[in-house]
C-alpha cells in the first residue's frame, strides 16, 4: 500500500521540546481555556474531529510551523477523541506505555485503522515524524498565539503574577543558596526543562514552561519544592544524629541515608558504608548487629560473578554467604 504522508486523515504532530509548555492552556485563565474548549467541542458537534467518536474529547491545539523564520503560529483548535490525541502526541504515549499507563499497540491500531493502512505506512510516517522533530528541536522557536494574545494581555492586567511563576534563571539562583544543593549549572537546569519539560529540586519535579524565549517555573511548586528540600535536610540530620546515638531507623529492607553515608537494613542486620570511603575504594561498606550495635562477621562461600571474574568487579559483595553475630548469635543467610 502506497500512501502519502498529506493522504492521511490522522497524523502525528509532535510539537518542538524547545516549545513544550509553551501554549494557550498554560497562558490563560481556566475560564478562559473552558470557553475555548467548549466552543471546540460543539464546532465539531461534539464528536471526534478526525474519527467522528463520541464520548470524552480533547481540545487539540494546531499549529503551523515556519521552518526558515522558526515561529510557530497557532491556527485554530479541534475536538480529538482520547485515541486520535494519542497519536497526534505518540511520543508521551510512548512514555505513557512504558509505565504501564497505556497499551501502546492499541495506539497504532487506532491509526491503522482510522487511516485505512498497514504497519508499514505508519512506521514510514512516525519515522519522518520524529526526524522532523529533532530537526525542529534544535531550534528556539518564536511562538505566535495569534488573535488569543490580547486573553494573555488581559490575564496580566486582571492579576498579579508575583509568586505565579519565577524565572528558571532566578529560581536556580535561589535553589544553589539552600543547605547542600547540587552545584549544577542553569544550562544544565534549562537542559532539563528543554528534554523533560521540568526540573528537580531536591526530590520534588516543578514545572518548566518557556514563554516569549525565557524558561519559567511554577513560583508556588517552587517554593513547596524547597519547603520539602529543607524538611529533607533536617530529617537527614536527624537521622544522623540519632545513629551516633545508637537509634536505628527504617524497617526491614529499608535504605537510610545519613550526611556521611547510609544503611541498609536487612532483618537482624544492618550494611552500612561511608560516601568517603566509597569514593577512595578503601571500603564497599561493614556488615553491623542491630542487636549489639557492633560489627558482624561475614562467611564468603559463594562462587565470583561472571563481572568479578572476566571484568573489574561488579560492585557488591556477591560471594557473601552468610552475616552473623559473635556476640547474640542473630545469623542471616544471603
Known amino acids: 500500500m502506497n500512501m502519502k504522508s498529506n493522504e492521511l486523515r490522522l497524523k502525528i504532530e509532535l510539537v518542538p521540546s524547545t516549545s513544550w509548555y509553551d501554549n494557550l492552556r498554560k497562558h490563560t485563565t481556566k475560564e478562559d481555556w473552558d470557553k475555548i474548549r467548549k466552543a471546540a467541542y460543539a464546532n465539531y458537534g461534539y464528536r471526534c474531529g478526525i474519527c ?18 522558526h515561529i510557530q503560529n497557532l491556527k485554530g483548535f479541534i475536538a480529538l477523541c482520547d485515541m486520535c490525541h494519542r497519536v497526534k502526541h505518540i511520543g508521551l504515549a510512548g512514555i505513557l506505555a ?5 497499551d501502546y499497540e492499541k495506539v497504532i491500531e487506532h491509526f491503522l485503522k482510522v487511516n485505512n493502512c498497514d504497519r508499514t505506512i505508519f512506521e514510514k510516517h512516525k519515522k519522518k515524524a520524529f526526524e522532523r522533530w529533532r530537526k525542529r528541536s534544535s531550534h528556539e522557536w ?14 496580566s492586567k486582571s ?17 544553589k543558596r539552600e543547605e547542600r544543593s547540587p552545584s549544577n549549572s542553569y544550562e544544565w537546569y534549562r537542559k532539563s526543562a528543554q528534554q523533560y519539560g521540568r526540573v528537580s529540586v531536591g526530590d520534588t519535579d516543578v514545572l518548566a514552561y518557556k ?3 525565557i524558561w519559567y517555573v511554577d513560583g508556588k511548586k517552587f517554593a513547596d519544592a524547597i519547603k520539602r528540600h529543607r524538611e ?6 536527624q537521622v544522623t544524629a540519632d545513629y551516633g546515638k545508637g537509634i536505628i531507623h527504617g524497617k526491614d ?23 568517603y570511603e566509597r569514593a577512595r575504594n578503601r571500603s564497599y561498606g ?7 550495635n557492633i560489627p558482624a562477621e561475614t562467611e564468603h562461600n559463594k562462587e565470583e560473578c561472571h563481572l568479578c571474574r572476566d571484568w573489574n568487579g561488579c560492585g557488591r559483595d556477591c560471594t557473601l554467604s552468610r552475616v552473623y553475630c559473635l556476640k547474640c548469635g542473630a545469623s542471616l543467610s544471603t
Open 286 to 292: 561493614i556488615w553491623y548487629c542491630n542487636r549489639c
Open 253 to 275: 529492607r529499608d535504605v537510610v541515608f545519613t550526611e556521611w553515608g547510609g544503611y541498609k537494613i536487612h532483618g537482624d542486620f544492618r550494611f552500612v558504608w561511608s560516601d
Open 98 to 102: 512504558s509505565e504501564g499507563k497505556l
Open 211 to 213: 514563554h516569549k524565549g
Open 142 to 155: 518564536q511562538v505566535d498565539l495569534g488573535e488569543y494574545n490580547n486573553i494573555i494581555k488581559s490575564k
Open 232 to 237: 529533607a535536610i533536617k530529617h537527614l540530620k
Open 52 to 69: 467522528g467518536a463520541e464520548g470524552r474529547l480533547n481540545c487539540h491545539e494546531i499549529w503551523e510551523y515556519d521552518d526558515k523564520k
Open 159 to 175: 492579576s498579579s503574577n508575583y509568586g505565579e511563576k519565577i524565572k528558571l534563571k532566578d529560581a536556580v539562583e535561589l535553589y
